[in-house]
């Protein structure tokens, strides 16, 4: 079994905590309040200008020509990413310029760029992974057919050149990272974090 595989079976209970959630399984059924979705399209939308800054730091760090290339081609797909999140905020009217981040969007903020900014490629997959894996997880695991308003949201992170960017992201993690306690910590942190953001969501704090 590759590492970035070991690493999302041994991280399984955090997965299913995010899948049932009340906040994801809202999007699922479509029946989240929309406030609330709002709330997290402006707190995800900061977070993942940060996570493009992340793998800007990895491009800057590449050892060699294929893994630059390849953290370039996962900068442009937070991009894709951030305009879903300008398409939502232009037709329900969500400021995504005057976000001010919850304490769980700062948690992981500072997190990824701490760890991109000093821990080298292979701990900069561990902290990154887990966001890509766990949402193309969650957009499998969910229908379009049900999500009513969410159904875009579904549709993104269920879609195939999502799940090959998180392919990708996992190559680099088993090509740059060595089954340490460091880079266990670090993708375990990113996952707990990511059941914290969707927590926040929910709670609007």
């Known amino acids: 079994m590759s590492l970035s595989a070991d690493l999302w079976a041994a ?7 995010a899948l049932a959630h009340p906040f994801v399984a809202g999007i699922g059924d479509g029946t989240l309040p929309r406030e609330r979705f709002a709330g997290y399209v402006a707190q995800d939308a900061f ?3 940060s996570f493009a800054r992340g793998y800007a730091l990895g491009v800057a760090h590449s050892p060699d020509r294929a893994t630059l290339d390849a953290f370039a081609d996962l900068l442009a797909g937070v991009r894709e990413e951030l305009a879903l999140h300008a398409g939502y905020a232009a037709r329900w009217g969500i400021d995504l310029a005057g976000v001010q981040p919850l304490p769980a969007t700062t948690a992981y903020t500072d997190f990824l760029l701490a760890t991109a900014s000093l821990g080298g490629v292979g701990a900069t997959c561990a902290a990154m992974t887990p966001c890509m894996r766990l949402y193309a997880h969650l957009g499998r695991s969910l229908s379009p ?3 009513g308003d969410y159904a875009e949201w ?20 088993d090509s740059h990272a060595a089954d340490v306690p460091a880079v266990r910590t670090a993708y375990r942190r990113a996952m707990a974090l990511e059941v914290g953001f969707f927590d926040a969501a929910w709670r609007g704090a």
């Open 11 to 17: 991280n399984a209970d955090l997965a299913a905590a």
């Open 47 to 49: 977070f993942l200008e």
């Open 145 to 147: 057919g049900r999500a």
């Open 154 to 173: 579904v549709t993104t992170y269920a879609d195939p050149g999502f799940d090959a960017l998180a392919g990708t992201l996992e190559r680099l993690l």
